[in-house]
């Protein structure tokens, strides 16, 4: 899988490229049929503490393609947060194929 990191106001350490693919490789436990992720990781002024470090990760799949996005004070936080709701979006996927695949045999 193929990992595309985007920053804007921050630079990318290789300690944050290492999370983050420690991260997706949890979600590639679940599901191998992931092509590629992009990741997009932001610090922004925002007035709430709370919402001034986020991330994006967009996950390109065979015919779909998976989008979450969090925000919190740390940037380790949102990165985890949002590979959290991706394993959730993922195991949903897997399950709704699966499920499509045994309707069409029984029939």
């Known amino acids: 899988m193929n990992l595309k990191i985007n920053s804007r106001h921050v630079e990318v ?7 983050l693919e420690a991260g997706l490789a949890k979600i590639r ?28 990760i967009t996950l390109h799949l065979k015919g779909k393609e998976l989008f979450a996005e969090a925000h919190n004070a740390d940037l380790y936080h949102a990165m985890d947060a949002v590979v959290d709701k991706l394993e959730r979006q993922v195991v949903k996927h897997k399950e709704k194929i699966q499920d499509h695949y045994h309707e069409k045999n029984f029939e």
Do not use: C, Y
């Open 13 to 19: 350490t290789p300690a944050m490229r290492s999370h």
């Open 29 to 56: 436990k679940h599901f191998d049929h992931v092509i590629d992720a992009s990741a997009f990781l932001i610090v922004d002024n925002a007035k709430e503490k709370d919402l001034r470090q986020s991330a994006e």
